[in-house]
Antibody, heavy 124, light 108 residues
């Protein structure tokens, strides 16, 4: 059974960097079958996919164009986890952030396991 | 970018059939996935690749996809099926995973 456990601060000041971590159990971040995603949800934007990382002989990243200039998703093989960093945050980045696993690495893959979600508020 | 259109709400009596639609331009040519989300919880995959069910999802949940509309059908609806339901596709023109706006299912 795959489980994803998220951690990270719930409050971030404007212009600073939002950082979250997702620890994987029951699978490997280095799997050559799965991919590892971040999604956020807010009343104004609904569910919004941010990006993903996956390994297929080397590491790849896909990012949503809307946030591409501000985000980084990094794998950490030593801890079997992956992280999200969003820099220069504004109140519009306030949302519940989820990590999730792609069933496979194809672009049309479903998200079959999700983390519990982390509410991140951007406020001074 | 690709837009998925869902009705904001659907209401159904217990034991009846609920149909939740997801409209998109030629969506029949895309792989559609469906998630349910209960208040305060993460989304859960209920249908993938148009009509496949993950293990643990009741057979009452089914999906279809043709033309410009994908449909999630819930037969013999139960009170516990009350949730928000979201459709999702991958938009290859913009390399973006796209979600519908969600449909709130109310069991009367």
């Amino acid at each position: 059974q795959v489980q994803l456990q998220q951690s990270g601060p719930g409050l971030v000041k404007p212009s600073q960097t939002l950082s979250l971590t997702c620890v994987i159990s029951g699978d490997s971040v280095s799997s050559n079958r799965a991919a590892w995603n971040w999604i956020r949800q807010s009343p104004s934007r609904g569910l919004e996919w941010l990006g993903r990382t996956y390994y297929r002989s080397k590491w790849y990243n896909d990012y949503a164009e809307s946030v591409k200039s501000r985000i980084t998703i990094n794998p950490d093989t030593s801890k079997n986890q992956f992280s999200l960093h969003v820099n220069s945050v504004t109140p519009e980045d306030t949302a519940i952030y989820y990590c999730a696993r792609d069933l496979n690495q194809q672009y049309g893959s479903p998200l079959d396991y999700w983390g519990q979600g982390t509410l991140v508020t951007v406020s001074s | 970018s690709y837009v998925l259109t869902q009705p904001p709400s659907v209401s159904v009596a217990p034991g009846k059939t609920a149909r939740i639609t997801c409209g998109g331009n030629n969506i029949g040519s895309e792989n559609v996935h469906w998630y349910l989300q209960k208040p305060g919880q993460a989304p859960v995959l209920v249908i993938y690749y148009d009509s496949d069910r993950p293990s643990g999802i009741p057979e009452r949940f089914s999906g279809s996809n043709s033309g410009n509309t994908a449909t999630l059908t819930i037969s013999r609806v139960e009170a516990g099926d009350e949730a928000d339901y979201y459709c999702q596709v991958w938009d290859s023109s913009s390399d973006l995973r796209v979600f519908g706006g969600g449909t709130k299912l109310t069991v009367l």
